[in-house]
């Protein structure tokens, strides 16, 4: 069977108009990935940490408290999560005494705020990673067990 000819085709308008498109089709898939290729994140990056638990030990030497607290770091512009994740090893390590020292100077019968805890660990975080990575401290979760 041979090819259809251009006369053939304009005697079935109906394979014209697939054709057509077809093209056309072809073609705003091609620019639409185009235009999603070109377009930046919406929004920030976020760098979920894994999360830390310790124990606040009383005046008695004695657990008197277990906390574990979930956290993640929102990035700042232009930065992504794989620029970060190389400091986390170090940023787990200085969070976990930074949060240690904030419980511990409180009274267990009084709640750390989470706004306490935000300002303790921006600068605590900024010093590992330089201030112009992490934009800010997120609080997914806290859970705290006494033992008193």
């Avoid at 705003?28 to 638990?53: H, N, W």
Wanted: hydrophobic content about 45%.
């Amino acid at each position: 069977m041979s090819q259809p000819t251009l006369a053939a085709t304009r005697r079935n308008p109906h394979r014209l108009f697939l054709v057509v498109m077809m093209v056309l089709m072809a073609c705003g898939i091609l620019l639409a990935a185009k235009a999603r290729a070109a377009q930046p994140s919406i929004g920030p990056d976020y760098l979920r940490l894994t999360p830390i638990a310790f124990s606040v030990i009383g005046q008695d030497n004695k657990v008197d408290l277990e906390v574990s607290i979930a956290l993640a770091l929102e990035l700042k512009p232009g930065i992504t999560e794989s620029m970060v994740s190389p400091y986390e090893p170090k940023i787990q390590d200085q969070i976990l005494v930074a949060l240690s020292d904030l419980w511990e100077s409180h009274p267990l019968n009084v709640n750390v705020l989470t706004t306490e805890i935000k300002r303790k660990l921006m600068p605590v975080i900024a010093n590992v990673t330089g201030s112009d990575k992490v934009a800010q401290v997120l609080i997914l979760g806290i859970g705290e067990k006494r033992r008193v």
